[in-house]
């Protein structure tokens, strides 16, 4: 028997064209998921990304590390003093500086590095791919920035500064996520206590044969 529909192709498209109104439905609940899912990993306040991408983020990284050999590295900062701002200047003003310090870390950061907001007045950067060495220096600029920076509100001018631990993971480290960050977090404690407004960091990481080359100097400098 002959079977007259077998060679002809079946056509997905709306007889309607662009008026079809089951194609503008999918469109849509399309952009509604973008939109959910940008704003499950993106901090309210600041437009960072959030906690909850950061941890799924540094899993990704850590597991491309022991595949590829090439290192994570992480900053994490914490404003000085933030309580004392907040009653000096308000809780609104502690909102816009928390803000300024985001837009800060968004314009002296690569594409690739991932800034978030890792809670309060604490903030991490994922830097993938980059050497200890790059990372400390990268910490620096941005305290730099930040110290250099004024921040203006209602026509005051106001400065804010932070601190800053740097440490990297390597293939050759065998710790987990959650010990990786303590290490990160024992240099910024360090930062505290070395009077604040200061960058901290581990000596001594094992060396990779990805340490800093030229390319990568001058990709960031
Ligand atoms: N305005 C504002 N304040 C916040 C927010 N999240 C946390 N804070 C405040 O940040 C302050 C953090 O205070 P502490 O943990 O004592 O730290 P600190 O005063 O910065 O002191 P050091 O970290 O030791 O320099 C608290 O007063 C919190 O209420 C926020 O989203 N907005």
């Given at each position: 028997?002959?079977?007259?529909?077998?060679?002809t192709?079946?056509?997905?498209?709306?007889?309607?064209?662009?008026d079809c109104?089951?194609?503008?439905?999918?469109?849509?609940?399309?952009?509604?998921?973008?939109?959910?899912?940008?704003?499950?990993?993106?901090?309210?306040?600041?437009?960072?990304?959030?906690?909850r991408?950061?941890?799924?983020?540094?899993?990704?990284?850590?597991?491309?590390?022991?595949?590829?050999?090439?290192?994570t590295?992480?900053i994490?900062l914490?404003?000085d003093?933030?309580?004392?701002?907040?009653?000096?200047?308000?809780?609104?003003?502690?909102d816009?500086?928390?803000?300024?310090?985001?837009r800060t870390l968004?314009?002296?950061l690569?594409?690739?590095?991932?800034?978030?907001?890792?809670?309060?007045?604490?903030?991490?950067?994922?830097?993938?791919?980059?050497?200890?060495?790059?990372?400390?220096q990268?910490?620096?600029?941005?305290?730099?920035?930040?110290?250099?920076?004024?921040?203006?509100?209602?026509?005051?001018?106001?400065?804010?500064?932070?601190?800053?631990?740097v440490?990297t993971?390597t293939?050759?480290?065998?710790?987990?996520?959650?010990?990786f960050?303590?290490?990160?977090?024992?240099?910024?404690y360090?930062?505290?206590s070395?009077?604040?407004?200061?960058?901290?960091h581990?000596?001594?990481a094992?060396?990779s044969a990805?340490?800093?080359?030229?390319e990568?100097?001058d990709?960031l400098f």
């Open positions: 028997m002959n079977d007259s529909t077998a060679d192709p079946v056509s997905l498209h709306c007889p309607r064209g662009n109104p089951i194609s503008a439905e999918l469109s849509q609940l399309r952009d509604r998921v973008t939109e959910l899912e940008q704003h499950a990993q993106t901090d309210p306040l600041t437009g960072l990304y959030n906690k991408y950061f941890d799924s983020v540094l899993h990704r990284e850590l597991e491309r590390t022991q595949r590829t050999g090439m290192p590295t992480l994490m914490d404003v003093h933030f309580k004392r701002f907040n009653d000096t200047h308000g809780h609104v003003a502690g816009h500086a928390l803000k300024h310090l985001a968004r314009s002296n690569r594409n690739l590095d991932i800034a978030c907001r890792f809670g309060g007045e604490e903030f991490v950067v994922v830097l993938p791919s980059t050497p200890l060495l790059v990372a400390i990268v910490a620096e600029r941005l305290r730099q920035q930040l110290t250099n920076s004024t921040l203006v509100i209602d026509a005051s001018a106001m400065k804010l500064t932070a601190s800053f631990g440490d993971y293939h050759e480290h065998r710790d987990n996520l959650l010990d960050v303590e290490r990160v977090d024992k240099q910024l360090l930062a505290k070395a009077g604040r407004n200061c960058v901290k581990a000596t001594n094992p060396r990805h340490e800093v080359t030229p990568e100097r990709a």
